[in-house]
């Protein structure tokens, strides 16, 4: 496989957990503000722009309005917005169409819809009264987006590039919606209940704990539980498993940073939700994240990539 070509397809996966990401984060928020906790509705959404380093391009654009429609209209519609949910589906589809010939056309459908309906205006008309439909919108259509790899794509080393930045993106946010949550909601268990649902983990987590588990408990799940497909352990082992299958990779450096990256992971002490230490933790998962997609590019570059055809930038 080309060098360009595993680049677009690890960016494909990035960029489409991406958006599903940001729009569950929004749909929390929201959800929080729902619940009449006593915390301003600025303020949520400020603790959400501060997790994803998007205070001051918020500001730039919009000045201090924190509405729900400004905050939707930056967060998913805005095109000058790198970050935004219709430039990271933008970006992906961009992608999709460099390796067309190299994936089923059933992904290449399922993007353009989505890309389509982001761009069509209706959802947007919904930014300050209707929110929950454009969250519920665009999850679906990710969901079907990431149906059609599960289910067209030849489990090869095009599929292990495009699911490896998959979960690399996803271990980065699931980080976030814990940063995010702990800073607005502390130990309120039933916002930790409704991040569980957000990333269909309220089911697996109850069954196993109650729902009336202290916030810990939720964190360490969403953390270290091996099992837990939107974990963040869960989601490392998984890229360091499929970095270490392609094929020609024994001398690359990717795996052996994900592997480490894991294992710090699986033995680490999880901090409290009121601990200083679990902020630290967090970002430091974060930089080894981006010292793994790093790898993955120079291990590329190395073997033949072009670093001028495809940009590594981090969120």
């Given at each position: 496989m080309l060098s360009r070509h595993a680049e677009s397809l690890f960016w494909i996966g990035r960029y489409i957990e991406r958006a599903a990401y940001i729009t569950r984060m929004l749909d929390v928020a929201y959800n929080k503000q729902l619940e009449h906790s006593g915390r301003p509705a600025d303020l949520v959404w400020r603790d959400l722009l501060r997790v994803l380093y998007l205070e001051d391009a918020h500001l730039e654009a919009h000045g201090e309005d924190l509405s729900t429609g400004s905050i939707n209209t930056f967060l998913v519609f805005?095109?000058?917005?790198?970050?935004?949910?219709?430039?990271?589906?933008?970006?992906?589809?961009?992608?999709?169409?460099?390796?067309?010939?190299?994936?089923?056309?059933?992904l290449l459908e399922a993007i353009n819809r989505l890309h389509t309906r982001l761009l069509s205006g209706a959802l947007e008309g919904l930014s300050e009264r209707s929110p929950h439909e454009i969250y519920e919108t665009v999850t679906e259509q990710c969901r079907a987006v990431t149906g059609s790899i599960d289910e067209a794509m030849t489990r090869d080393d095009g599929y292990r590039f495009l699911v490896m930045g998959r979960m690399l993106e996803r271990a980065e946010m699931t980080c976030r919606m814990i940063d995010v949550n702990r800073t607005v909601s502390g130990r309120d268990g039933s916002s930790w209940m409704t991040v569980l649902r957000s990333v269909s983990g309220f089911h697996a987590f109850t069954r196993a704990h109650g729902p009336l588990a202290p916030a810990d408990r939720v964190i360490r799940f969403m953390l270290v539980d091996p099992a837990f497909p939107f974990g963040v352990l869960h989601?490392?082992?998984?890229?360091?498993?499929?970095a270490g299958e392609v094929a020609g990779a024994g001398a690359w450096k990717s795996p052996r940073v994900?592997?480490?990256?894991?294992?710090?992971?699986?033995?680490?002490?999880?901090?409290?939700?009121?601990?200083?230490a679990l902020e630290a933790m967090l970002e430091q998962i974060e930089a080894g994240i981006r010292e793994a997609s790093e790898a993955v590019h120079n291990d590329?570059?190395?073997?033949?990539?072009?670093?001028?055809?495809?940009?590594?930038?981090?969120l």
């Open positions: 805005d095109r000058t917005n790198r970050s935004s949910v219709v430039a990271s589906v933008t970006e992906a589809r961009t992608n999709v169409m460099n390796v067309r010939d190299i994936v089923p056309i059933e989601s490392l082992q998984r890229a360091a498993r499929l994900a592997g480490r990256l894991q294992a710090d992971l699986e033995f680490a002490d999880i901090p409290g939700v009121d601990s200083p590329l570059y190395q073997f033949g990539g072009d670093p001028q055809l495809y940009s590594f930038e981090a």
